[in-house]
């Protein structure tokens, strides 16, 4: 059983940067294939960012691209969203979530079998 935590969410400025952070335990890392989603109040959460076990495939939502970067560091079992340029609509509580040899592209969130608690992020405008 993987067990994922997240940290590094808060309050910034639009224009502003935050770096989420995903430790894991519990499974071996590096076989886990990583995502980020998000979920606002009132919407349904949505894909954000997916990198590969390996970490040489990574894919991101449209709404990010070019401002978001995934990156995982399987030494210390950790994956992380470097989030620049933030935008108020970017303000949702953001998860980690992780599949085991997880191949190809993956953006639905049934796609993933574990979960972190979530972290919120909140921009101001």
């Known amino acids: 059983q993987v067990q994922l935590v997240e940290s590094g969410g808060g309050l910034v400025q639009a224009g502003g940067s935050l770096r989420l952070s995903c430790a894991a335990s519990?499974?071996?890392?590096?076989?886990?294939?990583m995502g980020w989603f998000r979920q606002a109040p009132g919407k349904e959460r949505e894909f954000v960012a997916q990198?590969?076990?390996?970490?040489?495939?990574?894919y991101y939502a449209e709404s990010v691209e070019g401002r978001f970067t995934i990156s995982r560091d399987n030494a210390k079992n950790t994956v992380y969203l470097q989030m620049n340029s933030l935008k108020p609509e970017d303000t949702a509580v953001y998860y980690c979530?992780?599949?085991?040899?997880?191949?190809?592209?993956?953006?639905?969130?049934?796609?993933?079998?574990?979960w972190g608690q979530g972290t919120q992020v909140t921009v101001s405008s």
């Open positions: 990198i590969t076990w390996s970490g040489g495939y990574s």
């Open positions: 519990g499974g071996t890392f590096s076989t886990y294939g």
């Open positions: 979530a992780g599949k085991q040899w997880l191949i190809g592209r993956a953006v639905r969130d049934m796609e993933y079998d574990y």
